[in-house]
């Protein structure tokens, strides 16, 4: 890849995006930021998987920025940020975010073109990241069906420890772009 390549112009423009969004919303930038989109009612099995997935990733360093249209008063906690949904919001956190916990509604060939890593279900354009082979652009807990908070927490750390390994997590962000 040349410096003029639009892959690694994508990876600058993502740097420079997150360090603008983290600013306005007073996160920290070197954390991983992860973001969840939220454009649709949740039912009260995707409502409680949510709530109790925020829960747990209280004790990551990380930011989390939930991008919603629906009434989120249940969720409180310190270390998740809202912001309300719109196009121009959805684009920005796609931009910007380092991570996405993709929901089944969640549509992962924006995030993938966006250079955002999923965290997500089972389905065709998912390739469970396989560090062996160095290999994969997501990290898959599972399918739609079966999953839970568990499933899909133990799917962020995996992503979270890849996250550590610039080299490995600019690969797998190559990976996503096609």
């Excluded at 920005?92 to 929901?103: N, R």
């Excluded at 992962?108 to 250079?115: K, Q, S, T």
Aim: charged fraction near 25%.
């Amino acid at each position: 890849m040349t410096k003029d390549d639009p892959k690694s112009v994508l990876l600058r423009n993502k740097k420079d995006s997150k360090k603008k969004l983290c600013k306005r919303l007073s996160l920290d930038s070197k954390m991983p930021l992860i973001s969840l989109v939220l454009d649709q009612e949740l039912g009260t099995g995707v409502r409680e998987l949510v709530e109790r997935f925020l829960e747990g990733t209280s004790v990551l360093n990380v930011e989390i920025a939930v991008v919603a249209d629906t009434n989120l008063d249940s969720f409180s906690f310190p270390h998740v940020h809202y912001i309300p949904y719109s196009e121009k919001s959805r684009k920005e956190i796609l931009g910007a975010a380092d991570i996405m916990v993709a929901l089944p509604f969640n549509d992962l060939e924006e995030a993938l073109l966006n250079g955002t890593i999923p965290v997500c279900h089972q389905c065709t354009l998912a390739d469970d990241y396989n560090p062996n082979a160095e290999t994969g652009n997501s990290f898959v807990y599972g399918n739609a069906e079966a999953a839970d908070h568990w499933k899909v927490f133990a799917s962020l750390v995996r992503a979270l420890e890849t996250y550590k390994f610039p080299y490995d997590w600019r690969n797998i962000i190559i990976s996503g772009l096609g």
